[in-house]
C-alpha cells in the first residue's frame, strides 16, 4: 500500500463514521483500521523525512 492509498482509505473511514450510518460493530472496525492507517502514514512520512535529513546531511559533507 502507498501513502496516497493509505490517505484516500482514512478519508473514505472517516466519511463513513462520519455519516453515522453504520453499525457499532462496523464503526469500531473502521475505528481500528483507521488507527493502522494513521501508523502506517505516519511511519511513512518518518521515514521520508529520515531520508531526506540523510542526504541533506551527505550533501553538506560534500
Do not use: H, P, W
Amino acid at each position: 500500500m502507498t501513502y496516497e492509498q493509505a490517505i484516500k482509505r482514512l478519508e473514505e473511514i472517516a466519511k463513513i463514521l462520519e455519516d453515522g450510518t453504520s453499525t457499532l460493530d462496523d464503526s469500531l472496525k473502521l475505528y481500528e483500521e483507521g488507527i493502522k492507517l494513521a501508523d502506517f502514514c505516519k511511519n511513512k512520512l518518518n521515514d521520508a523525512k529520515q531520508k531526506i535529513t540523510d542526504l541533506n546531511e551527505v550533501k553538506t559533507d560534500d
